[in-house]
């Protein structure tokens, strides 16, 4: 099984490795920011701190809203509810694409229709059915990230299913299957924690896309608009104070969910490096 | 022909679904048309029944389901009904409108797009693990995974607001002139949303070509070329570059579904007038015709893309034709 471990050049390597450690540094910084953030600023997100639409000051670092919001405040208290429903919405979507392909890779009458399904949804144009029915039902968290679940299973149900249709012919699965051990057990105690890892990559993945769909989506006003998170922000910042020149209020939000999203896309990207048998060789 | 056999089969799938949920979608939504139409317009109650019956909405479920297919496919132009916000208007006219200028945004950068992606691959594929391809495979991860709708705010806040050099909103000015000054305005109006569709363009592709680049860098034809002394310029354009195009089609044709969700958001940050624009004036709106009608005709243009794409590919590729 000498194809099994990863030989790579040392310029990958190093890349891979710089590539997780800087996405793993931005994802620490924030995550510090966020879990301390709420013992320093004693101004709820909703409360009046300020007079509305003044540019950063030492009192209000990130500026006021139109309202006189302190947006730092806002800020911090908006990541809560954007990671965890985006946390919410990658998990159940790599669960999905994770059993889904299992299943699908291990047993050939389900690859047609699992590989099918695949193929459909990523043929969808999935912001746009996020939107349409986020409009019409007038979406709860739960529903947003019920339809994100939807959308984003296909990605690495794809690749763990064609991982697994490679695993199955190796030798200690025919071992295993002689050794009497039933199609089921095959299935979870074999290959599953031989394509855990592949999961983990894409949940990396995942994360990084879910939570730029759901702000997307809240930015063009589905959702959950009462609950300050960083996509209701952009939306009001949108609405109410970007084309009269508030940058402030665009800049903090914006720029800290373009870096989460961007820490875990590095580190889903270093480890699907790492994993991907095509580059294995 | 198995590839486009099963690619036909997924794109009747995606179409079926689609429709069946811009069919059910609003039958299950909380209130129904009727009223939401007699409610905007703060009629009395006998009018919602009047709007029903003027819209087929008392009629049992599957012949609105069959008058519903009946002007989607034999109707021409397919009637998509009113717009409640535009009232008269169809949705079919509404869009007539404004399709030109998405697929303009969606054409344009997937060329420019897709130019850039070929040369930064090609140069990173020149010098193996050097600056040019850290850079480029760094700002790639970016451009992809950073939220589009916050860069083209920057960009529109940058170069339209702070420095003014290119118009804050529209397609075309208020007096766009004619001839060349006509496209020389829509060009001028349509830089900055194209730029920011292409970095996410160019983001999404260079990876996946990097990808396949790595595979083809490592068969054996490239080390018998190397071996007879070419240049790695002809190395990288001739040996590596036409084997790493397939990869590239087949990225544009399967990233079609996300491109066009991504322009969306982008038209709706710099005011352009295409199907993006008139769907979130329909959120606000609560436009569930125009809505029900912007998912249909954005599945309809996918599937389009995808199939011009797939023949392309098998064009390209002779083993798909197997």
């Known amino acids: 099984m000498a194809s099994i471990k990863p030989k790579r050049g040392v310029v990958s390597r ?22 301390l953030g709420p013992f320093f600023i004693h101004t709820k997100p909703d409360a009046v701190s300020g007079l509305p639409n003044r540019p950063p000051s030492p009192a209000h670092p990130f500026g006021t809203d139109y309202q006189g919001h302190d947006v730092m405040s806002q800020v911090v208290f908006g990541a809560y509810p954007t990671l965890i429903w985006g946390l919410i919405a990658a998990i159940g979507a790599t669960a999905l694409g994770f ?9 050939g009458r389900l690859e047609v229709l699992v590989s099918g399904a695949t193929d459909v949804v990523l043929s969808f144009p999935s912001l746009i059915l996020l939107i349409t029915v986020g409009a019409i039902f007038e979406a709860s968290d739960w529903l947003i990230a019920v339809v994100l679940i ?21 030798a200690y699965v025919d071992a295993a299957k002689t050794s009497g051990l039933t199609d089921w057990q095959i299935v979870w105690r074999i290959i599953a924690p031989e394509v855990g890892s592949i999961a983990i990559a894409y949940f990396v993945l995942i994360v990084s896309v879910s939570i730029v769909l759901a702000a997307g989506v809240e930015f063009l006003g589905v959702g959950n608009l009462s609950e300050v998170s960083w996509g209701s922000i952009l939306y009001f910042a949108q609405q109410y ?3 009269a020149g508030d940058w402030w209020w665009v800049l903090a939000p914006g720029l800290l969910l373009a870096l989460t999203a961007m820490g875990f896309a590095l580190i889903g990207f270093s480890f699907e490096e790492i994993l991907n048998p095509r580059l294995r060789k | 022909m198995k590839f486009l056999y099963r690619r036909i089969i997924t794109y009747i799938i995606v179409l079926f679904a689609v429709i069946n ?38 009629q049992p479920l599957s012949t609105q389901y069959f008058d519903f297919l009946k002007n989607v496919f034999l109707t021409w132009p397919p009637y998509l009904g009113v717009s409640y916000n535009y009232f008269p208007a169809t949705v079919t006219q509404l869009f007539a409108v404004r399709v030109g200028w998405t697929m303009l945004l969606i054409l344009a950068s997937i060329g420019v797009g897709e130019f850039v992606t070929y040369f930064m691959a090609a140069f990173s594929a020149m010098r193996r693990g050097g600056k040019f391809e850290i850079g480029s495979l760094y700002s790639s991860i970016m451009f992809n995974s950073i939220p589009l709708f916050w860069l083209s705010m920057i960009l529109l806040y940058v170069f339209s607001i702070v420095l003014g050099w290119f118009p804050i909103f529209g397609a075309t000015g ?3 002139g004619s001839g060349v000054n006509y496209y020389l305005d829509v060009i001028w109006h349509a830089v900055l949303p194209v730029a920011a569709l292409s970095l996410s363009v160019i983001g999404e592709s260079f990876l996946i070509m990097r990808g396949s680049m790595q595979e083809v860098l490592k068969s054996d034809y490239v080390l018998a070329a190397k071996s007879r002394g070419l240049s790695n310029w002809i190395l990288s354009s001739r040996y590596v570059l036409r084997n790493s195009m397939l990869p590239l089609v087949a990225v544009i044709s399967f990233s079609l579904a996300s491109l066009i969700s991504r322009e969306v958001l982008v038209e709706v940050i710099f005011g352009y007038p295409g199907i993006g624009d008139l769907l979130v004036d329909a959120i606000l709106g ?15 243009m996918v599937i389009a893309g995808g199939i011009v794409g797939d023949i392309i590919l098998t064009r390209l590729d002779p083993r798909l034709k197997k």
Do not use: C, H, M
């Open chain 2, 21 to 58: 949920i811009t069919f059910f979608l609003p039958r299950f939504a909380p209130g129904n048309a009727a009223d939401i139409i007699a409610g905007a317009t703060r009629l009395p109650n006998e009018a919602s029944k009047i709007i029903a019956t003027r819209f087929g909405l008392d």
């Open chain 1, 14 to 35: 190093f890349l891979v490795s710089k590539a997780a450690k800087f996405g793993a540094a931005i994802i620490i910084v924030i995550v510090g920011f966020i879990l």
């Open chain 2, 286 to 300: 609560r436009d569930f015709p125009v809505l029900q009608g912007s998912l249909l005709l954005t599945t309809i």
């Open chain 1, 150 to 170: 939807l959308i984003l299973w296909a990605t690495g149900a794809r690749a763990i299913r064609a991982q697994v249709s490679s695993v199955k012919n190796f």
């Open chain 1, 99 to 107: 059993v889904a392909g299992l299943f699908g890779g291990y047993y």
């Open chain 1, 241 to 243: 104070g970007f084309f």
């Open chain 2, 174 to 176: 208020f007096s766009p």
